[in-house]
DNA sequence: GCGCGTTTTGAAATCGATTACATACTCCAA
DNA sequence: TTGGAGTATGTAATCGATTTCAAAACGCGC
């Protein structure tokens, strides 16, 4: 069958030109004379000659592909972002690695091990959760330039991050909300400690604040951006004296915003009818969804796209840019969990 | 900061061994005597010595990485395959690769390029849809003995394959509403062409002749996996004659049935008061759900880490295994979406 | 002290590419 | 004719590991 693949070496035989000529044809065309190209390229056809990545790496001193760290590949969030990573680097001839940070947690040493065994050149991490320890450790090894984060980042280190406008996602929402009617607005949080939770959070106070909305300590329900806190939330909710009960929730995630309509319906509660619903992220289920979510969409594509440019610009050979925060723009989808508050 | 990552020649000189020595100790210590692996030992930890794997693979002639191909990354139902995948080559030096199949649909000739050019060593496929051209192209290299199938697999080909028992899952459903009461059940079937779609609804038609169940042709109704086809199911569903219709709903998938039973509330119908419905897949969602799914669990983590397992030992030195295809036992989980029928 | 088998170790080839440096060749002006 | 600039190509070093083969060291019985 197919006996051995050709190598450089064979190629330069069949062509009778050196190896370093064959190697030209392929990255510096224009240093050959046209004939010894044409030659060269016809060799290369007839032997069926590929580069072979690792000589080539090795060489070259690089190691051919990017990580990207996701906090949980089981959350619909995250595949679009993905999607727009992978087509960021479909033209390089980088290899992208996925890691679930969250099923599989980074050993000590395990982030920097991954550079320094060459088995990687950079990491675009959705994940803001990594371990100051882990990431000092990129620093001192010299690594540090060659992390970008994208939707989540780390307070207090200066990484290149692509963040969606969430505070103004907050803001849209609330503003949605106000303009139907709704004066008593509740509002589910993400898990503590994250930081996508505490500035939407933080969006949406301001927001309320601005327009002089009631505010009460219960309406702030603690979750965790799944469809079981949503669930829980929706308990809450029901619990609560129906004369002062908040007549619309925003939702820090759709998730939440799912689990939170089954909850009130289960509950006698109709949506949009009795109390307005808005999520966050507008994932695909958004669309399908009965009754389909009003929600703040990121536009995840994007996102991911633009962090792959980010980082392929910190692996080319040009000057490195200063880490910068890039803020991309969202956009309130309205759809059938809000309505007009019954008056 | 860190000048440059100490490589082999380092650790020989300040161990004042020898390349092969240092080698050695890290291969096959045994061969060493414990003076001088002790010395290379210590010479290892003041150097920070890492090996270089782009140095290790040219030499051992392998990339070092395996790929996984996903059809769509953003379906909540691979997330735990994956893991149990990535769980299977943890322990190993094998990277893995993932892409998107449906996002990223695979150009000619671009699989088995990645064995050519030496970035892969194997792979994994969860889609059963790979082409064949592509498949006899890996043949004609003689790289089809690194290729297995988990979840789907190709008919025709005899790929080593990692499959849940699908039939056994569709008879289980069927049975579960019989014992229940239910005599007029319905299917939602997965996408035409799919090789899940055709061996579970042959199973559910099975089970239903078996026990002498009424069949209908407009009980079987096409579906596609998704949330939405649930919901059209669900409008047609709706349109039929109060008196005739099914009282209970099978579903190829559990999105399949959150998109159904969303539907069925929307238009009047209670889950399971009116009618019940039966998932597939349990995915983490079906838990959570309200109400809670009725499903046909898959071990996704152990279809994973055995898909891991398989295709190790095809790429280890021993003899390659027949390939054989193997089935995974499945289980109902009864949950709150399925009822006595109301008589 | 010698010979022989066994255990340890080292020198150098090898994997397959890229590239610095040297050389050959072409063309044209002096 | 010669020199110099510019273009085209080749030689050989290099990336950092593993492994073959040979040699050194050791133990031991005589």
Chains 1, 2 share one sequence.
């Not at 930081?195 to 329900?221: F, K, N, Q, Y």
């Not at 109390?275 to 966050?280: H, K, L, M, N, P």
Request: with cysteine.
């Amino acid at each position: 069958m197919a006996p051995k693949a050709a190598t450089i070496q064979d190629v330069a035989q069949a062509a009778k030109v050196s190896t370093a000529t064959v190697s030209r044809a392929l990255s510096n065309p224009d240093l050959l004379s046209e004939r010894t190209r044409a030659q060269v390229m016809e060799a290369i056809k007839t032997t069926g000659y590929r580069v072979n990545l690792a000589a080539r790496n090795l060489r070259m001193q690089r190691a051919g592909a990017v990580l990207i760290l996701v906090p949980n590949l089981g959350k619909p969030f995250y595949s679009t972002i993905l999607r727009g990573i992978s087509d960021g680097f479909a033209r390089t001839d980088y290899a992208v690695l996925i890691s679930d940070t969250e099923n599989r947690p980074l050993a000590d040493g395990e982030l920097v091990g991954n550079f320094l065994d060459g088995r990687i050149d950079g990491i675009v991490s959705l994940d803001g959760g990594i371990s100051p320890a882990a990431l000092d450790q990129c620093r001192h090894h010299n690594v540090d330039g060659r992390i970008v984060f994208a939707c989540e980042w780390v307070d207090g280190y200066a990484f290149p991050s692509i963040q969606s406008d969430n505070a103004e996602g907050a803001r849209l929402a609330i503003r949605h909300l106000y303009d139907l009617g709704h004066r008593k607005i509740a509002h589910v949080t993400g898990p503590r400690g994250n930081v996508l939770t505490e500035i939407r959070r933080r969006g949406m106070l301001e927001e309320r604040s601005r327009l002089h909305l009631p505010a009460r300590g219960d309406w702030i329900i603690r979750g965790d951006f799944s469809l079981k806190s949503g669930h829980d939330a929706a308990v809450s909710i029901l619990a609560m004296d129906p004369e002062d009960r908040p007549t619309a929730v925003f939702c820090a995630a759709d998730m939440v915003a799912f689990g939170l309509i089954a909850g009130l319906s289960a509950g006698g509660l109709e949506v949009p009818g009795d109390i307005s619903v808005v999520g966050f992220d507008d994932i695909d289920m958004a669309e399908s969804y009965v009754p389909a979510l009003t929600t703040i969409r990121q536009d995840r594509m994007r996102l991911g796209q633009t962090a792959a440019a980010r980082l392929l610009e910190r692996l080319g050979s040009g000057p490195v840019p200063e880490p910068q925060e890039e803020l991309l723009p969202v956009e309130l989808i309205v759809r059938d969990s809000t309505a007009r508050i019954a008056s």
